[in-house]
Nanobody, 124 residues
Framework: VQLVESGGGLVQAGGSLKVSCSAPGSIFSAAAMAWYRQAPGKGRELAATISRAGSTYYADSVKGRFTIFRDNPKNTLYLQMNSLKPEDTAMYYC???????????????????WGQGTQVTVSS
């Protein structure tokens, strides 16, 4: 099972970036999804999560700046990031809770499938 992130890169502070995650339909269409991130020297933290039906939850650090959304027919998850700050610099990971687990979770251990990550670097 493979989740593939794309769209990371280098952006100046205040700029915008959209990262994407493509997943097999078997683990996307009937599952809650999330974006986690891990900054250098720090643990992995939740950025945002979205239920199968489209309900969302954001970490306080990104609320009002990031938007998570999904395109179910395309089996693709997105994270639109605006007003980026240097502290947003991290590897961004896509995660799926797996088939039938349709509700959001803020518990990292409840995500079964993970991508390899895409690097986002915000320069000051």
């Amino acid at each position: 099972v493979q989740l593939v992130e794309s769209g990371g890169g280098l952006v100046q502070a205040g700029g915008s970036l959209k990262v994407s995650c493509s997943a097999p339909g078997s683990i996307f269409s009937a599952a809650a999804m999330a974006w986690y991130r891990q900054a250098p020297g720090k643990g992995r933290e939740l950025a945002a999560t979205i239920s199968r039906a489209g309900s969302t939850y954001y970490a306080d650090s990104v609320k009002g700046r990031f938007t998570i959304f999904r395109d179910n027919p395309k089996n693709t998850l997105y994270l639109q990031m605006n007003s980026l700050k240097p502290e947003d610099t991290a590897m961004y990971y896509c995660a799926s809770r797996g088939i039938g687990r349709v509700y959001m979770s803020t518990n990292e251990e409840e995500y079964t499938y993970w991508g390899q990550g895409t690097q986002v670097t915000v320069s000051s």
